[in-house]
C-alpha cells in the first residue's frame, strides 16, 4: 500500500497555531520524529484482525508510520480532539476513520463493532500534563475497548512513567529511550493482567534483551531499548 507524504510545511504550520492556541496539548515544541514514530511502531502486532487506536493523533506522524508498518487503514481509528488538526487528518488519511473527541469518551466514540476487540493503543496526549481525575477517565476508557489481552503504548519526555501505574491498576514495562527526537522520548507499555498471551510476549521479550544488552548504543537509529 502506499502511504501518502504529509507536506512538510502544511504541518509545521499547523502544529505552530495548535502550540500557540494550546501548547499543554502538544507537550513539545516539533512533532514527534519519525524514529520515534517507527519505534513505538515496531512494538505494533501487524496481522489481519489487529485493531489499532491511536489517540492524540495530532499531525498524524504515528499514523503515517503505522500506515507504512503495514496496518491496514480499515483495522486503524484516530483519535484527536482539536477540529483543525481533525481536517488536516481527514485530508491527508481519507482511507483511515478519523473521530474527533475526547480520549475519556473513546468507548463511546468508536464503533460499536470495536468494543473489547481493540489490541493496541498508542497514545500521543501528554499524559504529564493531565490531572490524575483526567488520566484516569483516559485509562478507564482505553482499557475497556481493548481485549484482554490489549496493550497501552505511550511516550514521554520524562525518566519515569507518566502514568500512576499502581493507582490505575496497570503493569508496566519501557521500552526504551529514542535519543533522535527532541526532547528525547522515553516509550513506555501498560497492560491490565497477565495472560497466557502475555506471558508469551515477555519471554519473547527477554530474548530480545539478552541480545540487545550486547548492544547499547545504536548510531544510526540513535535509540537504546532496554528491559526494566
Same mark, same amino acid.
Given at each position: 500500500?502506499?502511504?501518502?507524504? =504529509?507536506?512538510?510545511?502544511?504541518?509545521?504550520?499547523?502544529?505552530?497555531?495548535?502550540?500557540?492556541?494550546?501548547?499543554?496539548?502538544?507537550? *513539545?515544541?516539533?512533532?514527534?520524529?519519525?524514529?520515534? *514514530?517507527?519505534? =513505538?511502531?515496531?512494538?505494533?502486532?501487524?496481522?489481519?484482525? #489487529?485493531?489499532?487506536?491511536?489517540?492524540? *493523533?495530532?499531525?498524524?506522524?504515528?499514523?503515517? /508510520?503505522?500506515? !507504512? *508498518?503495514?496496518?491496514?487503514?480499515?483495522?486503524?481509528?484516530?483519535?484527536? +480532539?482539536?477540529?483543525?488538526?481533525?481536517?488536516?487528518?481527514? #485530508?491527508?488519511?481519507?482511507?483511515?476513520?478519523?473521530?474527533?473527541?475526547? /480520549?475519556?469518551?473513546? #468507548?463511546?466514540?468508536?464503533?460499536?463493532?470495536?468494543?473489547?476487540?481493540?489490541?493496541? +493503543? =498508542?497514545?500521543?496526549?501528554?499524559?504529564?500534563?493531565?490531572?490524575?481525575?483526567?488520566?484516569?477517565? +483516559? =485509562?478507564?476508557?482505553?482499557?475497556?475497548?481493548?481485549?484482554?489481552?490489549?496493550?497501552?503504548?505511550?511516550?514521554?519526555?520524562?525518566?519515569?512513567?507518566?502514568?500512576?501505574?499502581?493507582?490505575?491498576?496497570?503493569?508496566?514495562?519501557?521500552?526504551?529511550?529514542?535519543?533522535?527526537?527532541?526532547?528525547?522520548?522515553?516509550?513506555? !507499555?501498560?497492560?491490565?493482567?497477565?495472560?497466557? #498471551?502475555?506471558?508469551?510476549?515477555?519471554?519473547?521479550?527477554?530474548?530480545?534483551?539478552?541480545?540487545?544488552?550486547?548492544?547499547?548504543?545504536?548510531? !544510526?537509529?540513535?535509540?537504546?531499548?532496554?528491559?526494566?
Amino acid at each position: 500500500m502506499t502511504v501518502s507524504r =504529509i507536506r512538510k510545511r502544511d504541518e509545521s504550520l499547523l502544529f505552530l497555531k495548535q502550540l500557540i492556541k494550546n501548547p499543554k496539548s502538544l507537550g *513539545a515544541v516539533v512533532p514527534s520524529s519519525p524514529v520515534l *514514530a517507527d519505534f =513505538i511502531c515496531s512494538h505494533v502486532p501487524i496481522f489481519d484482525n #489487529h485493531l489499532v487506536v491511536e489517540i492524540g *493523533a495530532g499531525t498524524g506522524r504515528f499514523t503515517q /508510520a503505522l500506515l !507504512r *508498518a503495514g496496518v491496514k487503514p480499515e483495522n486503524l481509528a484516530i483519535l484527536e +480532539i482539536d477540529p483543525d488538526m481533525c481536517t488536516f487528518l481527514r #485530508h491527508n488519511f481519507p482511507q483511515v476513520n478519523v473521530i474527533e473527541g475526547n /480520549a475519556s469518551q473513546l #468507548h463511546t466514540l468508536l464503533p460499536e463493532s470495536w468494543l473489547g476487540k481493540v489490541g493496541t +493503543i =498508542i497514545s500521543g496526549i501528554p499524559m504529564v500534563n493531565l490531572s490524575k481525575e483526567d488520566q484516569s477517565d +483516559i =485509562i478507564t476508557s482505553c482499557f475497556s475497548v481493548l481485549n484482554d489481552t490489549g496493550n497501552f503504548l505511550q511516550f514521554t519526555y520524562g525518566p519515569v512513567s507518566p502514568l500512576p501505574t499502581k493507582k490505575l491498576g496497570l503493569k508496566k514495562k519501557r521500552l526504551g529511550h529514542i535519543l533522535l527526537n527532541f526532547p528525547p522520548a522515553t516509550v513506555w !507499555r501498560y497492560w491490565k493482567q497477565t495472560t497466557v #498471551h502475555d506471558v508469551k510476549w515477555e519471554k519473547k521479550s527477554e530474548k530480545l534483551d539478552k541480545i540487545k544488552e550486547f548492544v547499547k548504543f545504536k548510531p !544510526r537509529l540513535l535509540l537504546r531499548e532496554e528491559n526494566d
